[in-house]
Nanobody
Framework: QVQPVESGGGSVQAGGSLRLSCEAPEYVFNCMAWFRQAPGKERDWVATRNSAGATGYADSVQGRFTISKDSAKNTLDLQMTTLNPDDTAIYYC???????????????????WGQGTQVTVSS
């Protein structure tokens, strides 16, 4: 059992882009997802990539964020574009112990969590 490790967070101006990576070689072929927690708010689901490669996105990021697996690096990546201040949050990578063919969106669907990486978007 290895905890996922996120990287790639930072500060960017509105309209900019960032790419987050999650290193979790043991789970990269299983279901994995990104969640985020803004200051003073609950942690929310952002996107999921399931074992079949299907993806799902929260409405708030649909069309702006892309979740993908980098097979060469064995990472789960989140490409974020057209960022706005509402995207400011700590972003967490989550992994499910088992394969899945649906799109899990609840925290309870995932077994392992990273420590998170901060994304700050200024206006």
């Amino acid at each position: 059992q290895v905890q996922p490790v996120e990287s790639g967070g930072g500060s960017v101006q509105a309209g900019g882009s960032l790419r987050l990576s999650c290193e979790a070689p043991e789970y990269v072929f299983n279901c994995m997802a990104w969640f985020r927690q803004a200051p003073g708010k609950e942690r929310d689901w952002v996107a999921t990539r399931n074992s079949a490669g299907a993806t799902g996105y929260a409405d708030s990021v649909q069309g702006r964020f892309t979740i993908s697996k980098d097979s060469a690096k064995n990472t789960l990546d989140l490409q974020m574009t057209t960022l706005n201040p509402d995207d400011t949050a700590i972003y967490y990578c989550a992994a499910r112990r088992n394969f899945c063919t649906f799109i899990p969106k609840d925290e309870s669907d995932f077994d392992y969590w990273g420590q998170g990486t901060q994304v700050t978007v200024s206006s």
